[in-house]
């Protein structure tokens, strides 16, 4: 079946605290991004990749990295969370960047304390 | 990318249509109409998109206006499981980045 697959589903943690959160596609796929959700604000784009070894900043980048060292896995880094980043995440996946449809992962909800 | 207009909620009864509006007035020649879903906090669902021929899959139709400023999402017959927040988004297939900029959307609730 084709996914996105994010984990954990659910993390509590301490500021400070580095923390990573993975997502792994099965399909193939080129491009790969992390978003962010919170209320009043909708979803907002952290950072992207178009390629192995190839990422950029989105909308909200300050305090998160990535890294894209194979084709199926962008984890999203947090080196020294803070309660500001307390949010619900989503990875997303699609062929290119220029393909139509877009998987989403099915979330990852963050509260740091 | 321009912006879209949702009003903020609709309802419908199971089993009828359910026809979600969209205005994008200051939509450009080479930028698309997208809708996707999502599902009480769930990932967002890829429903359907077009530029501007109608477009029909097996979730969905999407009606374009000519003049493209403004679309319909139909869905034919509604059910429970079609409750969700409805994000019109209008994108180009231009520039480096493929990103999505979601909205508030329109909360559908089916209503049995």
Known sequence: E???????????TVTGKK?????????????????RQDPGLGLRQIYYSM?????DKGDVP??????????RNFPLILE???????SLYFCASSLGRMNTEAFFGQGTRLTVV | DAKTTQPPSMD?????????????????????VYWYRQIHSQGPQYIIHGLKN??????????????????????????????AVYYCIVRSHTGANSKLTFGKGITLSVRP
Do not use: F
Request: proline content about 5%; hydrophobic content about 25%.
């Open chain 1, 2 to 12: 084709a996914q996105v697959t994010q984990n954990p589903r659910y993390l509590i």
């Open chain 1, 51 to 55: 390629n192995v070894e190839v990422t």
């Open chain 2, 12 to 32: 419908c009864a199971e089993g009828r249509a359910a026809n979600l509006p969209c205005n994008h007035s200051t939509i450009s020649g080479n930028e698309y």
């Open chain 1, 19 to 35: 923390l990573t959160v993975t997502c792994s596609q099965n399909m193939n796929h080129e491009y790969m991004s992390w978003y």
């Open chain 2, 54 to 83: 109608n477009e029909t899959n097996e979730m969905a139709s999407l009606i374009i206006t000519e003049d493209r400023k403004s679309s319909t999402l139909i869905l034919p017959h509604a059910t429970l499981r079609d409750t």
């Open chain 1, 62 to 71: 300050e305090g998160y990295k990535v890294s894209r060292k194979e084709k």
């Open chain 1, 80 to 86: 020294s969370p803070s309660p500001n980043q307390t």
